[in-house]
């Protein structure tokens, strides 16, 4: 359900970030992210759904501590690394259900590039992934009726939740986000392993 709502928010940014997205920085992560995903989309829908929970819960843990390190790639062949990062982050997403967007994020975010360019590599690249796990579960039948209903029943406060971040992050202080973020992560990878 979220898939669907993350796209609705993330189609209405396309116009303006396309133009400035750099192609070849995104074409070999988005690429290598779209065989992983649709591979791990076989797994988790015949997979016991106790075991990805399990799983959610440990992938959620590990990204989360990626992120409070704050290592980030400052090497070369970033052709190289961008296929190894889409087809990490493609395959536990789709595999377990997990948004691994984060290192594609911290890929981008480690580029030299202009952050105007960043940013629409980060925007350009996640609707590429929402739009393959999509239709990958499209295929194998996840999307009925009903799940599209409640989809679109919970796309407004989805929405409204995302602008009211968009407001509090221009007037909170920057140091407070991190840590919330990071507490909700292993909280709620907590949640899941113990239930």
């Known amino acids: 359900m979220i898939l669907?709502?993350?796209?609705?928010i993330q189609a209405s940014l396309i116009p303006k970030a396309a133009p400035k997205a750099d192609w070849k920085e995104i074409c070999p992560l988005a690429g290598a992210s779209a065989i992983t995903m649709s591979l791990g989309i076989l797994f988790l829908v015949t997979a016991d759904p106790t075991f990805i929970k399990k799983g959610m819960g440990v992938f959620i843990i590990l990204i989360a501590l990626f992120m409070i390190s704050g290592w980030s790639y400052?090497?070369?062949?970033?052709?190289?690394?961008?296929i190894t990062t889409?087809?990490?982050a493609g395959g536990i997403t789709g595999g377990f259900g997990v948004a691994a967007f984060p290192l594609s994020g911290l890929y981008f975010h480690s580029s030299s590039s202009r952050q105007e360019t960043i940013r629409g590599n980060v925007l350009m690249a996640l609707a590429s992934n929402l739009v393959?796990?999509?239709?990958?579960?499209?295929?194998?039948?996840?999307?009925?009726?009903?799940?599209?209903?409640?989809?679109?029943?919970?796309?407004?406060i989805f929405v409204c939740s995302a602008f009211l971040g968009q407001f509090l992050f221009n007037y909170a202080p920057v140091n407070w986000f991190k840590p919330v973020i990071y507490t909700i992560l292993i909280l709620s990878a907590i949640t899941l392993l113990i239930t």
């Open 74 to 82: 400052k090497g070369k062949k970033r052709y190289l690394v961008g």
């Open 86 to 88: 889409g087809a990490i």
């Open 132 to 156: 393959i796990a999509i239709v990958g579960l499209s295929i194998q039948g996840i999307y009925q009726p009903t799940l599209i209903t409640r989809a679109l029943v919970i796309a407004p």
């Open 4 to 8: 669907i709502v993350m796209f609705l």
